[in-house]
């Protein structure tokens, strides 16, 4: 098995780059996704985050409202890590349980986690190699403002509420810069899915 952490900051492009990926042959393993899952309805985790946060934070169907969580928590650090401290452990167990699944069926998987917040907790030397999709935090906000509709204060607050562009890159193995077009993303991301597989072919040292 080959075990790459993909990462980068909010709006940099991680998604395109994981189902680019995924199309390829990786098994990916979406932290977003299984944060998500985590707070589903009806699991102990939305339970949790209720009793902390309070029923403000749901919406009229039960379901996690997370645009008024995430207003809470992106203006207060210790909010924010509370959340954090209900939803990591729990998505690190389910990706743990992912990975082996992969690995038992495919003993060379190429596994890639994509982890937005892996340099914040600290998970660098977890992987085997890290990939960052690099932008400018001019480019993110222009994205997140055109994009997603995000108010540019707010959109601010998450950037900053994040690693730096540099510490992000300190920790890379590998760099995908996505500040050019569609095409030239995917040639990067095959390049490096040749340079995976070249190195899961390689016999152990």
């Given at each position: 098995m080959l075990k790459v952490g993909l990462t980068g900051g909010i709006a940099s492009g991680k998604t395109v780059v994981a189902e680019r990926l995924a199309a390829l042959g990786a098994d990916v393993i979406d932290a977003d996704l299984?944060?998500?899952?985590?707070?589903?309805?009806?699991?102990?985790?939305?339970?949790?985050?209720?009793?902390?946060?309070?029923?403000?934070?749901l919406l009229t169907d039960g379901s996690l409202d997370r645009a008024a969580l995430?207003?809470?928590?992106?203006?207060?650090?210790?909010?924010?890590?509370?959340?954090?401290?209900?939803?990591?452990?729990?998505?690190?167990?389910a990706a743990r349980q992912l990975e082996a699944e992969a690995t038992t069926a495919r003993p060379d998987a190429v596994v890639v986690h994509v982890?937005?917040?892996?340099?914040?907790?600290?998970?660098?030397?977890?992987?085997?190699?890290?990939?960052?999709?690099?932008?400018?935090?001019?480019?993110?906000?222009?994205?997140?403002?055109a994009v997603r509709g995000m108010d540019p204060a707010e959109a601010r607050q998450r950037i900053a509420a994040q690693a730096s562009r540099s510490e992000r890159l300190a920790?890379?193995?590998?760099?995908?810069?996505?500040?050019?077009?569609?095409?030239?993303?995917?040639?990067?991301?095959?390049?490096?899915?040749?340079?995976?597989?070249?190195?899961?072919?390689?016999?152990?040292?």
């Open positions: 299984l944060a998500r899952e985590a707070v589903a309805p009806g699991t102990s985790g939305l339970a949790e985050v209720v009793a902390s946060f309070g029923p403000a934070v995430g207003r809470l928590v992106f203006a207060d650090h210790a909010a924010r890590r509370r959340l954090e401290s209900i939803i990591h452990p729990r998505v690190r167990a982890i937005p917040l892996l340099v914040e907790t600290g998970q660098a030397d977890a992987f085997d190699r890290v990939v960052v999709v690099d932008v400018d935090a001019v480019t993110q906000l222009e994205r997140l403002v920790v890379a193995d590998e760099v995908i810069d996505n500040s050019g077009s569609p095409a030239e993303l995917e040639r990067q991301v095959d390049a490096l899915w040749r340079s995976f597989r070249s190195r899961r072919a390689q016999p152990p040292p």
